[in-house]
């Protein structure tokens, strides 16, 4: 790792300002993903902002209809909150088959939405749920905050400070998981909201990112089953393919992926 | 440069660390507790696991300075003077090692799971969990019967506490 300044920041308030001051800074949240990226090199800020001990930046709420999600509440946090359980458990499946168990106790759901890996499982059920990402200047739908590979709407020196989700009627997420990185070789997160609109995205499969796929919803609106999935037909063009899988066997994994995420939905 | 202060193994520290120190180096170079090991050093293995405030995360995988004012426990804090730990007296009586490069990291996540789940566990919940601790040489077979066997290990000796 190159030579960083390490900074914590207490608020919100102090990591902007902190950051405003640096040349080159990013900010750490849980650090499972930008640590690794520093430790090879690839990334080299000149000032890291700790947001990990930025109380305002904690905890679940779930007030009727939506569920929040602090930016930098852990993935193990996730997983254990009564809230999420009770509300869309869905949410903690995916959050219990991310990663392993150390790094479910550091990662954050506001730093795996900020890097958006085209793997990661979060942006797929950002995706499928309609939900809305907070930050402190704004409020950015899903459908415009991921803009492709490790790209967001986030401008320099912008943080998320939550995710909303509105709680849908039925949800369900599978994922294919690479053995050894247990990122999602691809993901299909189902979603039937509270007015019976249906929103499936899919993470691991595309080469620009978490995308959503309308063939399936449209075959879900119509039928929800995993059935009325059998008959879809997925192209494999701008699908990703590498030593893993080809384009057209990820393109399958979406279809057998979303008829897993139905049967789970219930 | 910074000033970190955390305990380990019970004892208040306080180093002086570069701000790209991770964890695992202030505990292997600047306090010589070498028994936490660096395996792979990508976050894959698990052989750096150590606990802070009682949970279980990798040490290459975290700066020194996130670690400011916690208190960590390394493999050399867990026995209690001569008398091994459960989950080592475990890994001990089934074999549970062999180069026992991946060991430390092993047992302290181990203890973890056995925290987590008490009474709960099952093979199943065993491999599942143990999936960010890589092993080379056992075939995980014996990590897992020492895991199970350590678990009712540490009920017993809880209730005796």
């Not at chain 1, 085209?118 to 905050?145: M, W």
Request: proline share 3%; net charge neutral.
């Amino acid at each position: 790792m190159y030579q960083t300044i390490y900074h914590r920041a207490s608020t919100v308030d102090e990591a902007i300002s902190l950051f405003g001051k640096s040349s080159e800074a990013k900010f750490l949240a849980g650090g499972q993903t930008l640590l690794p990226v520093m430790k090879q090199r690839l990334a080299s800020p000149s000032d890291l902002i700790d947001l990990g001990k930025i109380k305002e930046l904690q905890g679940v709420e779930l007030s009727g209809d939506v569920l929040t999600i602090k930016a930098g509440t852990t993935y193990f946090d996730i997983m254990q909150s009564a809230d999420v359980k009770k509300a869309i458990p869905a949410i903690a499946y995916l959050t219990s088959v991310l990663g392993d168990p150390a790094v479910r106790y550091r990662g954050t759901i506001g730093g795996s939405i900020a890097n958006n890996d085209p793997a990661a499982d979060y942006p797929a059920a950002l995706l499928a749920l309609g939900a809305t990402v907070k930050t402190n200047k704004r409020s950015i739908a899903a459908e415009n905050f991921f803009q492709g590979l490790f790209t967001t709407a986030l401008e320099d020196g912008e943080i998320i400070t939550a995710v909303s989700f509105p709680v849908p009627a039925k949800a369900g997420y599978e994922k294919m998981r690479h053995p050894a990185s247990r990122f999602a070789l691809t993901g299909v997160f189902v979603a039937q909201t509270k007015s019976g609109e249906v929103r499936v995205a899919a993470t691991g499969a595309s080469q620009s990112g978490v995308m959503r796929v309308p063939a399936i919803e449209a075959a879900l609106k119509a039928n929800w089953s995993p059935a009325a999935i059998d008959s879809v037909s997925i192209s494999a063009s701008n699908l990703l393919a590498d030593i893993h899988g080809t384009a057209e066997y990820r393109a399958n994994l979406i279809k057998v992926m979303a008829q897993r995420a139905v049967t789970a939905a219930g | 440069m910074s000033t970190v202060k955390l305990t380990v193994n019970g004892k208040a520290v306080t180093v002086d660390v570069e701000d790209r120190t991770l964890l695992v180096q202030l505990l292997r170079d600047h306090l010589n507790l070498t028994g936490t090991h660096v395996g792979c050093d990508t976050s894959q293995c698990g052989a750096c696991v150590v606990h802070m405030d009682g949970k279980a995360v990798k040490s290459c995988t975290m700066l020194a300075g996130q670690a400011d004012g916690a208190s960590i426990t390394t493999i050399e804090g867990i026995a209690k003077g001569e008398e091994l730990h459960p989950m080592q007296a475990a890994f001990r009586d089934n074999h549970g090692l062999q180069c026992g490069y991946c060991t430390p990291g092993m047992i302290m996540s181990a203890i973890d799971i056995v925290h987590r789940h008490g009474g709960q566990l099952d093979e199943a919940t065993v491999r599942h969990e143990l999936e960010g601790n890589i092993c080379r040489c056992t075939g995980y077979h014996n990590i897992v019967k020492a895991v199970l066997d350590a678990a009712g290990r540490m009920k017993v000796s809880q209730a005796a506490e």
